[in-house]
């Protein structure tokens, strides 16, 4: 006899004092487990109705009054009946609540994300829209609210459809060939063109991993050269506020300094570095040694010379960025009383202290980032995702050679493995462990 699954309770909203909070029930009790509460509702609540409710504690007694609703299953999000009860937004009064909830046999507290994980093991979502979710509630800049909502709607779990029909189809035509040569005579004619079709797919939706994690976590940004070029002076313009001190006195910099800005919906933390330079002081030569650390995390070094830089020295400073890839200023243009022409090889010219120049280095740095499009616009691919989707891309790229000169047996195999790849990324082959690992980065209640 199977049993039927507990009901879930936690509070969704944050644990601090607000105007709202909402206690969250789901599962075949949350009607019971809610009219305990609440016990002026009616058995038979009309489904998505907004009921004005006192809710009470063991004795009766009532410990506050807010909103009640019903959705019936299959008609919810998780796809089970789910109650929420609507209080005012006091976390000692929604631990009361909770704990009168859980006072019912058939309810258990629910654990972090789970009830995302029953809204996509009851089919309501799949495995792309469940993840954002989560994104979408770490989501700290305008790009990752966008792309999140984009991932919500179902733009990422569209594109993984369009791969996996057409991988589904070809593997089914391939094995009935094998099984069934006579009845399935010709299925496999142009499997290669199918193939290499299909692996072109794969390949571009790969590649938009750097742009999703750019979104995700923001991008990185590290300005570096020399003592006194106007460093810090950059850093405060670029910032909009007086962040980092600023003297004649070179090595002023000791410690790397941050700041998060936003520009056209991208996060990016700005970083403020120690200038390099021979024969520093012990504490100097401790920021120097951070500064070579940070040049190899970050997405992109702004290397920023003084006007007297003579191109060997210059060289020899995109030596220290080392693979990070690297953007050249010429700063305090001011001093020169002119500002160079932007060209392909050539550096920004700037002045962080009038400003000059500074539009059109945010301008190059987006565009060395991101390039073409609006952030918002990317499929939001995590880690996770590149890491199945190479893994489609790299059989596919096996069963296209194994197409010329391997036997049909083969390419199926092949074909097989990229769909049990590509099925981790939309949930049809996702295991137990996989969901266990994806759903514990969610916060308790959603």
Not at 75 to 89: P, Y
Not at 349 to 372: A, H, K
Not at 424 to 446: H, M, N, P, W, Y
Request: proline share 4%.
């Amino acid at each position: 006899m199977i049993s039927s699954p507990a009901t879930l309770a936690a509070l969704a909203t944050a644990p601090a004092a607000g105007a709202v909070g909402i206690l969250r029930l789901s599962g075949p009790a949350a009607l019971e487990a809610g009219r305990m509460l609440a016990p002026g509702i009616p058995a038979s609540p009309t489904p998505r109705h907004a009921y004005l409710a006192s809710f009470v504690d063991a004795s009766g007694a009532v410990l506050d009054s807010g909103l009640f609703l019903y959705f019936r299953a299959p008609h919810s999000f998780t796809g089970e009946d789910v109650v929420e009860l609507q209080a005012h937004g006091s976390p000692r009064l929604l631990r009361m609540l909770l704990s009168r909830a859980l006072e019912h046999p058939a309810v258990r507290p629910a654990g972090p994300g789970e009830f995302t994980r029953r809204a996509f093991l009851n089919g309501r979502i799949d495995l792309t829209r469940a993840e954002a979710v989560a994104d979408l509630v770490a989501a700290d800049s305008e790009a990752a609210v966008r792309a999140a909502a984009a991932g919500l709607a179902g733009a990422l779990a569209s594109r993984v459809r369009g791969l996996e029909e057409p991988l589904r189809s070809l593997h089914a035509d391939l094995e009935g060939v094998l099984n069934f040569p006579e009845e399935a005579e010709g299925a496999d004619e142009g499997a290669g063109a199918r193939v290499a079709e299909l692996r072109a797919a794969a390949d571009a939706l790969l590649a938009e991993v750097g742009r999703g994690r750019l979104v995700r976590r923001g991008a990185r940004v590290a300005l570096y050269g020399p003592v006194n070029a106007g460093k810090s002076t950059l850093f405060n313009r670029l910032v909009g506020e007086e962040r980092a001190l600023v003297d004649e006195e070179p090595g002023t910099t000791r410690d790397v300094l941050e700041a998060r800005v936003e520009w056209e919906g991208l996060g990016v933390t700005l970083l403020d570095t120690a200038g390099l330079r021979e024969a520093p002081g012990r504490i100097e030569a401790l920021g120097i040694a951070r500064t070579r650390e940070v040049l190899a995390t970050v997405d992109l070094a702004v290397l920023v010379l003084p006007p007297e830089t003579r191109e060997a020295e210059a060289q020899r400073w995109l030596v220290e960025a080392g693979t990070t890839s690297v953007l050249r200023v010429a700063s305090k243009c001011d001093v020169r009383g002119v500002v160079e022409k932007l060209g392909t090889d050539e550096a920004v010219s700037v002045s962080g202290l009038t400003g000059e120049g500074v539009e059109r280095l945010r301008t190059e740095m987006l565009s060395r980032l991101w390039g073409g499009g609006a952030p918002s616009a990317v499929a939001l691919v995590s880690e996770r995702h590149a890491d199945a989707l190479r893994r489609t891309a790299e059989a596919l790229s096996r069963a296209e050679s194994a197409c010329r000169v391997s036997t049909l047996e083969v390419v199926s195999g092949e074909v097989g493995l990229a769909l049990e790849s590509l099925g981790e990324v939309s949930g049809t082959c996702a295991s137990e462990a996989l969901l266990d690992a994806i759903f514990q980065r969610f916060c308790i209640g959603k």
